[in-house]
């Protein structure tokens, strides 16, 4: 067997996205047997050395840091993965890239529009590759979905819609600031549902349907103030606890988002549905590997909603699986992007999307959803031609 070339990997932050990473990385050479590359787990870093080497000894990480500065510093670290907050990616990338490491950060790509435009600035300045971890353009219902609307299969598209509906912080005494509820504080997260929840909306939404080119946005704060974790004081909350917007796409389609972390009864229900002259689609994350068609162009007496089961081989991602008709999970889509990446650097032509530049598009949605709630007013995105 050829010898693999090694990407050894450091990885920040060991919560839910250290480990869905960490699965990544463990399973791509079982599942992806074909790559060139493959990932060496070389260093973990979080702020705790006990917690951080009860994950390495976990998840396979041959050595630990608990300051990410020194981790950047090291000479056997090829790639750095960033999974800790939102507050901390641009620091973080910007050094990293300095440093000329790969860069693979976790979504958003930052908290406002300016930040993220330094990241990349800094990374085209060093020309290290990257990726964000818009993970849900991978899996394989919603990754044929795209595949779909762009065999032109659904004629000219209407309406684009979609959801990201929780009920985690109905609770007035859900805290904000510090482990576990830094989502809370807009210093740590930079916006509530509109960069945690829309931002993946947004992304699977250009990336299917193109540039969101205007933006009209109600956004909403119910609890107004919350216990502080970091100052013990009961402070002002700054996040957007729900918000909705409607926008034009570029194609002349109109576009309808809701989010919201207030509706009891739902824990994730990312869900959307495209409308097309002669056809429609819908997903939703619930049931993740079927994919609802609608096809008019069917004879009139069986026409109606089928629903793909998205597990043959012939479907993407589905031949480095298990036979037809047995499903995959959320944890995959993950793998996929570890995956991708790494073909992104042995084919060399096309870098892995979205990459620090891709990503920014979704932050000039964001920003502007954000500045219309708070002006009441329509908004210009600035987003025009094709998303990678
Ligand atoms: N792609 C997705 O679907 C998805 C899902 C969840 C979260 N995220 C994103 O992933 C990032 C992390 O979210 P999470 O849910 O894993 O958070 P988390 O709170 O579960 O974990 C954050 C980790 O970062 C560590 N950390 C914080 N500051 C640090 C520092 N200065 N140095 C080293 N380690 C530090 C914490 O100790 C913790 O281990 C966020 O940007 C979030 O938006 C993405």
Redesign the pocket.
């Known amino acids: 067997m050829a010898t693999k070339k090694e990407i050894r990997i450091g990885l920040?932050?060991?919560?839910?996205?250290?480990?869905?990473h960490s699965n990544g990385y463990n399973r791509v050479p079982n599942f992806f047997p074909d790559l060139e590359y493959t990932p060496v787990l070389k260093a973990v870093?979080?702020?705790?050395a006990e917690?951080?080497k009860a994950?390495a000894d976990q998840w396979g990480y041959e050595s630990i840091e608990?300051?990410?500065k020194v981790l950047i510093a090291r000479d056997d670290i090829d790639a750095v993965d960033?999974?800790?907050?939102?507050?901390?990616?641009a620091e973080?990338a910007i050094a990293a890239a300095a440093a000329g490491k790969m860069i693979l950060?976790?979504?958003?790509l930052s908290r406002t529009l300016a930040e993220g435009q330094q990241m990349v600035d800094a990374v085209e300045k060093a020309g290290v590759n990257t990726t964000v971890?818009?993970?849900?353009r991978r899996i394989p219902a919603v990754t044929l979905a795209k595949q779909i609307v762009d065999s032109g299969k659904l004629g000219k598209i209407f309406h684009y819609r979609a959801n990201f509906l929780q009920d985690w912080t109905i609770s007035a005494d859900v805290p904000q600031g510090g482990?576990?509820t830094?989502?809370m504080d807009v210093e740590a997260?930079g916006s509530g549902v509109t960069?945690?929840l829309l931002?993946?909306c947004i992304d699977t939404a250009m990336w299917i349907n193109g540039a969101i080119v205007d933006v009209s946005a109600v956004t909403e704060t119910f609890v107004k103030e919350r216990m502080h974790q970091l100052t013990g004081k009961v402070e002002p909350v700054g996040i957007d606890d729900a918000c909705i917007f409607h926008c034009h796409f570029e194609n002349g389609s109109l576009g309808l988002f809701e989010s919201t972390r207030y509706a009891r009864g739902h824990k994730a229900l990312y869900t959307f549905e495209i409308n097309g002259e002669n056809a429609s689609i819908r997903w939703d994350l619930h049931d993740l590997n079927r994919l609802e068609y609608f096809d008019y162009a069917d004879e009139s007496i069986v026409r109606g909603w089928r629903s793909i089961h998205v597990t043959d081989g012939d479907q993407p991602y589905m031949d480095k699986w298990w036979v037809p008709g047995l499903g995959i999970g959320?944890e995959h889509?993950?793998i996929h992007q570890v995956a991708d990446f790494f073909k992104s650097l042995e084919m060399g032509e096309k870098p892995c999307a979205p990459t620090f530049k891709d990503a920014l598009e979704t932050q000039k949605v964001c920003e502007a959803v954000l500045d219309s709630a708070a002006s009441r007013s329509w908004k210009d995105t600035g987003v025009a031609g094709k998303i990678n």
Request: hydrophobic fraction near 25%; charge should be positive; proline fraction near 4%.
């Open positions: 920040i932050g060991t919560g839910f996205m250290g480990r869905t870093c979080s702020r705790n917690k951080v994950f608990t300051d990410w960033i999974c800790t907050p939102n507050d901390t990616h973080i950060c976790e979504k958003p971890w818009y993970n849900y482990t576990g830094w989502r997260a960069g945690d931002a993946h959320y889509s993950f």
